[in-house]
């Protein structure tokens, strides 16, 4: 059964421009919580790269192919 229309399935999981500031806020401002998580990484590029991963996850409902086409 498909539920995306052909329109919405040729841009799910991928950015399409850039996020608005609203976006930003809602997606990839992270909480006490999530800055803990993101934390327990033992390099700063893995910290970063979690975060980026964490942030597109909530935003795109899924992780990219490649994690680093990102905006």
Do not use: H, K, W
């Amino acid at each position: 059964m498909e539920f995306l229309s052909d329109e919405q399935a040729a841009v799910y999981g991928r950015f399409i421009g850039a996020p608005t500031q609203e976006q930003l806020e809602r997606f990839f401002l992270f909480d006490d919580a999530d800055r803990e998580r993101v934390g327990r990484r033992r390099q700063e590029a893995t910290a970063l790269g979690f975060a980026v991963q964490l942030g597109t996850v909530r935003f795109l409902g899924t992780f990219l192919d490649d994690p680093v086409d990102v905006p």
